[in-house]
C-alpha cells in the first residue's frame, strides 16, 4: 500500500467523530493493506513505531522539527517559527511549503522503515543526522503524507482512538460488525499488543487467534477487582456452597472456598523474568525495568525459576522500622534519574500474588490453588525483597471481616478476595477478584472506593488562585472510548496540588474539545486538556444530575493523589460509577 493511500484514509479518520464511522473506516482501511502493513498502521496512526510497551514513541521536540521543515523545504527557520505562531500545527505548514511534484510515491512499508531508522539513530552527531534524514523523507513524499509524518514524529496525531478501536475495527474486518470484538480482545488480554494480534487476523483469520499464548517480554493485561459492599455478599457470590455437590472430597469443598489477601497500596508491577532479559511492565503497560536496578538483582537471586511472569505489587518501606510507606513514597521510585539513590532511600518489597508463566508454559488456565502452590515453590520463605503474599483461604464471613480489619490496623488499604478455583482473567474486572477497603454499612453512607478521573479542561483562577492560572477542574469518567462529566472541582486542594495540577495541565491544553469528550456548554472550560491526567477522587457520595454528562455527579468531591500508573483509559467507568452509586445506597 502506498503512504498516499494511508495519509488520505488519516485525513478522512481525522474528519470523523463518530466511533462507528471511525472503526468502519479502520476496517476498510485494514482490509486493504497486507498483514504487516496492518500492523505498521496500527502503530503509526497511534504516533509510535511499535506496541505501547516498546516505548517507541518519537515525541521530535518542536524546535528540532521547526530546523527539519527549513531543510527540507528550504525555508528561513524565522519565518517557519512565525508561520507556526499562526497555524499552531507544524504540520499544516507542509502544504504551505510543499509545491513540487513527487515522482515516486513511496510504500507504507518504505517509510515505517526510514522512520525507524531515524528512530534508531543514537551517539555523536546523531540530531544532525535526524534532522537530515528527516528532511529528506519528507521532501520525498508528497504534502498531505508530509503532513501525517511531521504529527507523527511530534507526537501529536491525535486522531481520539486507542487500542480498542483497532480491536473493534478487526471484528468489523472478519464478520462486518462488533460480534467478534470479544474474542479479539481475549487475544489481546493475553498478548497487549494490537499491531500483532491484527497482523494474526489479517494474516490467519480469528483461527490464528486460538493458538495465541502468552508470551515472555509481551505485556498480559492485569486481572483487575469488582466491588461489592459487605463480606456476606462477597462469600455468597464467590464461593457459592449452593453452586457445588454436596462435599464428599476435599476438592470439592475447596471450590467453595476464596482466597484472601491483604491490599498493598503500592504499585502494580508485572515482571517477566528469563534468562535473556528482565522486563517490567506497569499497570498501563510501560517498561520500567531501568527503574527497579534493585528489583531486578533481587530477581536473579531470588527466584527459583528459569523463566517467569509474576503479578504483584511493590511497595516501599523505611528501612528503620519496616513499616510500609504510603503511596506517594513508593511513586517516588517511578523515575528515571537518581535511580540508584533513590533505591537506597526507598527500598522495596514486591508482593507477588501470581504466577501467569512458568518455564515456558501459560498458567493462566490453571485454577489459583495450584498457581499459588507453584508460586509457593518459586518463592522460597526466606527471600527478602520478592515476598510470596500472605493470604487465608475461607468460607466464612465473619473470618473474611476480621482478616480485613486486621489489615486496615495494620494500616493498609484493606484486602482484595480471589475465587480460589478461578483461572486468571486478563484485562478483566470480573468477580474472580474483589476488592474491599471499607465495608458498606461501616461508615454510614459514603462511598466504598474512590474513583479515578480524568481532567478534561480547567476554569481560571480569580482572586486568590489567579497566581495559580487555575481556578477549579473539570474531571470525567470513562465510558467505552469517550469521556463524560462527573464533577467540577473547585475546592479542596492545597496551594501545591493547585500548582501541581496547573503544572501539569500546561503539558495536555488544547484549543479545541476533543471529539470523544461529551460536556455540557453550561460547563465548558476555559482550557481543555488532552484526556492524560488521572485523578484520584474521594467524594462524599454519587447523586444523579441533570447537567453532568455522565448523569451523576460527586458530591464534596477532593483531590487524593494523581494516577499516573493509569491512563485515561483505565479511569473509572460509567459502569463502575453506576455500581458505587448502588452500592451506597
Ligand atoms: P485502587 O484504585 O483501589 O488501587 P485500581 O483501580 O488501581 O484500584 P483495582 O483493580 O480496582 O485497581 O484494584 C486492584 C489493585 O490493587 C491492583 O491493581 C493492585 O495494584 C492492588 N493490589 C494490592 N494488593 C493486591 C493483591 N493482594 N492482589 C491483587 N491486587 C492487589
Known amino acids: 500500500m502506498k503512504f498516499k493511500r494511508l495519509a488520505d484514509y488519516l485525513a478522512k479518520l481525522e474528519q470523523t467523530n463518530s466511533r462507528l464511522a471511525i472503526t468502519e473506516i ?110 529528506s523523507l519528507l521532501s520525498g513524499l508528497e504534502s498531505q503524507s508530509a503532513k501525517f509524518v511531521v504529527r507523527i514524529t511530534l507526537g501529536k496525531l491525535r486522531l481520539g482512538f486507542s487500542d480498542l478501536t483497532i480491536l473493534d475495527a478487526l471484528s468489523w474486518l472478519v464478520a462486518g460488525n462488533k460480534s467478534k470484538r470479544e474474542v479479539v480482545e481475549e487475544a489481546y488480554n493475553i498478548r497487549a499488543d494490537a499491531g500483532y494480534i491484527a497482523q494474526v487476523v489479517k494474516e490467519k483469520g480469528l483461527q490464528g487467534l486460538e493458538k495465541l499464548t502468552v508470551s515472555l517480554g509481551v505485556p498480559v493485561m492485569p486481572a483487575l477487582c469488582q466491588r461489592l459492599g459487605t463480606t456476606e455478599e462477597i462469600i455468597t457470590k464467590m464461593a457459592p456452597r449452593q453452586a457445588f455437590a454436596p462435599s464428599s472430597g476435599r476438592g470439592v469443598q475447596e471450590e467453595a472456598m476464596v482466597a484472601v489477601e491483604p491490599k498493598y497500596d503500592g504499585t502494580r508491577l508485572q515482571i517477566h523474568f528469563g534468562p535473556q532479559q528482565t522486563v517490567i511492565f506497569t499497570r498501563n503497560l510501560e517498561n520500567v525495568a531501568a527503574m527497579f536496578p534493585d528489583l531486578v538483582a533481587a530477581l536473579g537471586k531470588e527466584l527459583k525459576a528459569k523463566s517467569v511472569i509474576l503479578d504483584g505489587e511493590a511497595i516501599g518501606y523505611d528501612p528503620q522500622t519496616s513499616r510500609f510507606l504510603p503511596f506517594q513514597e513508593t511513586i517516588k521510585r517511578k523515575r528515571k534519574y537518581e535511580v540508584g539513590a533513590t533505591s537506597k532511600e526507598i527500598p522495596l518489597k514486591y508482593f507477588c500474588f501470581d504466577i501467569l508463566f512458568y518455564n515456558g508454559q501459560s498458567w493462566l488456565k490453571k485454577p489459583f490453588r495450584q498457581r499459588r502452590r507453584l508460586l509457593e515453590q518459586v518463592l522460597p520463605k526466606s527471600n527478602q525483597t520478592i515476598m510470596l503474599s500472605p493470604q487465608i483461604v475461607t468460607a466464612d464471613p465473619e473470618r473474611l471481616r476480621c482478616y480485613h480489619d486486621e489489615q486496615i490496623a495494620k494500616g493498609l488499604e484493606g484486602v482484595v478476595i480471589k475465587k480460589w478455583s478461578a483461572p486468571y482473567e486478563p484485562g478483566r474486572r470480573g468477580f474472580t477478584w474483589v476488592k474491599l477497603k471499607s465495608e458498606k454499612g461501616k461508615k454510614g453512607a459514603g462511598l466504598t472506593d474512590t474513583l479515578d478521573c480524568v481532567v478534561m479542561g480547567y476554569y481560571h483562577g480569580r482572586g486568590k488562585r489567579a497566581a495559580f492560572g ?97 491512563d485515561a483509559f483505565q479511569a473509572t467507568s460509567l459502569a463502575e460509577l453506576k455500581k458505587l452509586y448502588e452500592l451506597q445506597k
Not at 475546592?491 to 495536555?508: A, H, P, S, V
Request: positive net charge; aromatic residues 8%; glycine residues 8%.
Open 26 to 135: 479502520l476496517a476498510a482501511l485494514f482490509d486493504q493493506a497486507d498483514g504487516q502493513e496492518v500492523a505498521q498502521i496500527c502503530y503509526l496512526s497511534q504516533g509510535r513505531l511499535g506496541p505501547r510497551f516498546a516505548n517507541t514513541e518519537f515525541n521530535l521536540a518542536e524546535k528540532l522539527m521547526v530546523r527539519v521543515l527549513a531543510k527540507a523545504y528550504g525555508q528561513e527557520e524565522k519565518e517557519i517559527r512565525k508561520a507556526y505562531q499562526q497555524k499552531g500545527d507544524l504540520g499544516d505548514l507542509v502544504q504551505l511549503y510543499d509545491q513540487q511534484e513527487k515522482s515516486k510515491p513511496l510504500s507504507v512499508s518504505q517509510v515505517y522503515q526510514q522512520l525507524e531508522i531515524i528512530a534508531q539513530e543514537g551517539g555523536g552527531g546523531s540530531v544532525e543526522r535526524k534532522i537530515n534524514q528527516l528532511a
Open 470 to 566: 487555575i481556578g477549579a477542574f473539570l474531571v470525567g469518567a470513562r465510558h467505552g472510548q469517550e469521556f463524560l462529566t462527573v464533577s467540577k472541582i473547585g475546592t479542596g486542594l492545597t496551594d501545591n496540588q493547585w500548582r501541581e495540577m496547573k503544572r501539569r495541565c500546561r503539558g495536555t491544553e488544547l484549543i479545541k474539545m476533543p471529539r470523544n469528550y461529551q460536556v455540557d456548554k453550561n460547563l465548558f472550560p476555559d482550557v481543555w486538556c488532552e484526556p492524560k491526567i488521572v485523578v484520584e477522587i474521594e467524594a462524599d457520595n454519587i447523586t444523579r444530575s441533570p447537567i453532568h454528562t455522565a448523569q451523576y455527579a460527586l458530591r464534596f468531591p477532593r483531590l487524593i493523589r494523581f494516577r499516573d500508573d493509569k
